[in-house]
């Protein structure tokens, strides 16, 4: 079992930046691939980014390449989501997720474990 607690979202004009962050406990976080999902307003929950269990591979959607930054840090048992030059569309519930695998991946339901969401709400 890993418990995920998300932390760092709030409101933030557009051109702006957040670092979202995901503390994990449990099971040995290294284990894990990690990932993070968003969901807006009448929206399915989308594919954000994601990072192997070593850190090494990283994979981002591309609304989101070239804006937003995954890192994790396994003596730390967290992962964090830098975002920046943030839009309104990128307004949405963030999710933290945890992979029982190595590998990352860009679908919601391989994914065991969830936190409970963190809104970022970005005005025009």
């Known amino acids: 079992q890993v418990q995920l607690v998300e932390s760092g979202g709030g409101l933030v004009q557009a051109g702006g930046s957040l670092r979202l962050s995901c503390a994990a406990s449990g099971r040995t976080f290294s284990y894990y691939a990690m990932g993070w999902f968003r969901q807006a307003p009448g929206k399915e929950r989308e594919f954000v980014a994601a990072?192997?269990?070593?850190?090494?591979?990283?994979y981002y959607a591309d609304s989101v390449k070239g804006r937003f930054t995954i890192s994790r840090d396994n003596a730390r048992n967290t992962v964090a989501l830098q975002m920046h030059s943030l839009k309104p569309e990128d307004t949405a519930v963030y999710y933290c997720?945890?992979?029982?695998?190595?590998?990352?991946?860009?679908?919601?339901?391989?994914?065991?474990?969830w936190g409970q969401g963190t809104q970022v709400t970005v005005s025009s």
């Open positions: 990072i192997s269990w070593s850190g090494g591979s990283t």
């Open positions: 997720a945890a992979r029982s695998s190595p590998e990352y991946s860009d679908y919601a339901a391989r994914y065991n474990y």
